[in-house]
Nanobody
Framework: QLQASGGGLVQAGGSLRLSCATS????????MGWYRQAPGKQRELVAD???????NYEDSVKGRFTISRDNSKNTVYLQMNNLQPEDTAVYYC?????????WGQGTKVTVSS
């Protein structure tokens, strides 16, 4: 129901745009989030956006990443600029409405120095 895409290999300082297309959920009422999991580390929240458009970012990505949503396309995006090697991880999207959550399959981002 959540299909993440847009990952890849990029050099430090580069940019990527992740997309998460959804189906089977009432997208506009869900809080959508991007999480990441680096090798050997726990999954962490990168950014999320509420149904009303309020956003929240993990400190290390503030000013570099932008989360957005297009309710007409049932899709959430993560624009990632000035990528750094420490951003290397598998990125997952998540939908949340009350206690109902779904996860996408993940898309890998690798940033070379």
């Amino acid at each position: 129901q959540l299909q993440a895409s847009g990952g890849g290999l990029v050099q430090a300082g580069g940019s990527l745009r992740l997309s998460c297309a959804t189906s089977g959920i009432i997208f506009k009422i869900n809080t959508m989030g991007w999480y990441r999991q680096a090798p050997g580390k726990q999954r962490e929240l990168v950014a999320d956006i509420t149904s009303g458009g309020s956003t929240n970012y993990e400190d290390s990505v503030k000013g570099r990443f932008t989360i957005s949503r297009d309710n007409s396309k049932n899709t959430v995006y993560l624009q990632m600029n000035n990528l750094q090697p420490e951003d290397t991880a598998v990125y997952y999207c998540k939908s949340s409405f009350q206690t109902i959550t779904f996860w996408g399959q993940g898309t890998k981002v690798t940033v070379s120095s």
